[in-house]
């Protein structure tokens, strides 16, 4: 019966995670503890480190009753019967597979903290066996690695094993993560002690039902499958935005062609099969190139070579939309002011990593534009940051766009939808260009008002007709 849980790894994934499982096991105790003592001292407060809607009632509800966060892991995790491993596992950037491959060095020291820590309480008489149960996105067969640290630290073996490692991958999406982490589509756990993966099954089961708990799995059938899912997600996505390419040569509708795609029902839905102006995020890319340095490294450069593809069109897609923009503006950006209205990779969210519109306003900056930018959720200082400071903020969209040449749309706010755009054409230059790479804006509304419209994979605006499509 398990009554102890600890995660090692306060993070975006370990403190939703186990604040979800310690308002649905209210007879199980949940340690969260993190070598960072500021962060957990943030998850104590009521300033929490990760924002996502519905996050803090559950953490306050929860915090001191059977939820808690710590500095002292030894303690927590010596004492629980499941550890999870939540632990950042970064791109390395430099050395073996730098840029490609996962930099495992904070997950290879949990491991080791999980080992010592139980070998400490092995002396003090107070063995347990333990489940270690691994969270953190990593490279296939990493579980296995994990087995042989712990084994190494005198972990005994088969059934006298002091630890079962089980891979149970973390699916969530930053901006729905409450919701997604109450109702999941799935929950996959892969190991193979079977009293080990029924254990896990059993706390899950507090509040999903049996029958999207997945345990059919092996280790590493579970941890490819985590690597698979956002591979193909982006794919999907890139798949559309190749097709948007092909749209604009001939004058047909991205949008009517990924719906009539979305109906087929071998297709399943019509779910990340928008065009736009590229992928973005943490997880995407990253996965897409884990993904191909696996191949490559198993000795499969022909199933590397296409899902490198996949980012290598997602690149073109950006390149595509800035030599749009400069094409259309007669050729040149130079000194003229393009409003930018936002920058976080997808709406409902802060986050700009591996944001397209950062790569978009680079390319921008690189024409020599003046860029004003806007976005509903994004810190100026990120902003800042992410573009070396070359740009000006807005406070809204009007402030963005009073004198600019052009317009460009980068992430799909719904605020974006309905803004006064008669009001933002009265302030901008002649001719008053919008670039919209989220098809979010009215086209035929904005042309009314007299506005140069180009949306991704529309057909496109008859003034843009006799212009080169790149610049
Ligand atoms: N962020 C997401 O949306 C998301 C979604 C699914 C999966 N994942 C994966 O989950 C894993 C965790 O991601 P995250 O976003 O929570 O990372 P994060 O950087 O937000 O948090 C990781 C935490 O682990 C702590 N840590 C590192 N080494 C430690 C150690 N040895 N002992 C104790 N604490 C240690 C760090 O201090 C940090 O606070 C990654 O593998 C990530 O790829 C992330």
Redesign the pocket.
Known sequence: MVKKICC???????GPAMAVMAQKCPSIEVAV????RP?IDAWNSDRLPVHEPGLYAVVRACRGRNLSFSSD?DRHVADADIVFV????PTKSRGLGAGLAADLA?WE??AR?VASAASRSATNGESKSKIVVE????PVRTAEAMERILLAHGGGEGDDAAFHVVSNP???S?GTAMRDLLCPDRVLIGGRDRDAVRALVDVYAHWVPEDRIVTTTSLCSAELSKLAANAFLAQRVTSANAISALCEAVGADVSDVSRAVAMDRRVGGGAFLNAGVGFGG??FHRDVLRLAYACDCNGLPEAAEYWRQVVAVNEYQKSRFVRRVVSSMFGTVAGKKVAVLGFAFKKGVADTRESPAVDVCRGLLGDRAHVSMYDPAVSEKQILRDTAGKVRVARDAYEAAEGAHGLCVLTEWEEFRTLDYRRIFDGMQRPAFVFDGRNVVDVGKLREIGFVVYSVGKPLDPWLKGLPAVA
């Open positions: 090692i790894g306060a993070g975006y994934v370990g503890v993190d070598v960072s962060r892991v939540s632990v950042n596992t904070y020291s949990a903290m969270k953190s996105s990593v973390e699916f969530f930053e943490p997880g």
